[in-house]
């Protein structure tokens, strides 16, 4: 079946660390994309990537990186500048990135710090 | 900047009956698109809906459907006959046509129980 896959459902960070968080997908899409969730808040947007070898910041990207190495991969790297990671991140993914398009959503990866 | 609101933090709905949750937003665009969208418990998102700005008539999707008032700038989502599978937490969402259109703006949602 198609679909986004990320891994893993929860992750924990210790102080100083920087942790990669993996997305995939297998439904042929260009554009993907990363969310992070807090209680009582929307979905706010940290990257995007619309091709390979190409990506943009969102609204928080400070403390985030990201890489577009492969169509069917983005992974996130929460690093120690991002001072507060504990969060629901999402990932997402459509087919070009533009106009009334579907998003789908992997399941997520809950972030914790130690 | 455009901004989503979505006024209602929790709704409740008894079983089979109708429930409409409130959404404006704030653009000074002309043309955009709208979306309503699902997080169950699973908390995986799923669309439930969405509506081009250019389009009068309003969206719907079986027991879904939404009223959309461009210029108040209102795009509320009505739940008809509503189910236990139907509680979650919603999320409208506003997108921008044309240009680097990419950036999906979301609300804080509305935590939506239905009560048996």
């Known amino acids: ?16 660390q920087n942790v990669t968080l993996s997305c995939e997908q297998n439904l042929n899409h260009d554009a993907m994309y ?22 943009q910041k969102g609204d928080i990207a400070e403390g985030y990186s990201v890489s577009r190495e492969k169509k069917e991969s983005f992974p996130l790297t929460v690093t120690s500048a991002q001072k507060n990671p504990t969060a629901f991140y999402l990932c997402a993914s459509s087919i070009t990135g533009f106009g009334n398009e579907k998003l789908f959503f992997g399941s997520g990866t809950q972030l914790s710090v130690l | 900047a455009q901004t989503v609101t979505q006024s209602q933090p929790e709704m409740s709905v008894q079983e089979a ?18 979306f309503w969208y699902k997080q169950p418990p ?3 998102m799923i669309l439930v ?4 700005a250019y389009k009068q008539q309003n969206a719907t999707e079986n027991r879904f459907s939404v009223n959309f008032q461009k210029a108040a700038k209102s795009f509320s989502l ?22 680097s259109n990419y950036k999906l703006t979301f609300g804080k949602g509305t935590l939506l129980t239905v009560n048996p």
Do not use: H
């Open chain 2, 78 to 99: 009505k739940i008809s006959d509503s189910q236990l599978g139907d509680a979650a937490m919603y999320f409208c969402a506003y997108r921008r046509s044309g240009g």
């Open chain 1, 34 to 55: 990363w969310y992070r969730q807090d209680p009582g808040q929307g979905l706010r947007l940290i990257y995007y990537s619309q091709i390979v070898n190409d990506f």
């Open chain 2, 42 to 44: 699973s908390r995986q």
């Open chain 2, 49 to 52: 809906i969405r509506q081009e």
């Open chain 1, 1 to 16: 079946d198609g679909g986004i896959t990320q891994s893993p459902k929860y992750l924990f960070r210790k102080e100083g």
């Open chain 2, 17 to 34: 009956e109708t429930v409409t949750l409130s959404c404006t937003y704030d653009t000074s665009e002309s043309d955009y698109y709208l």
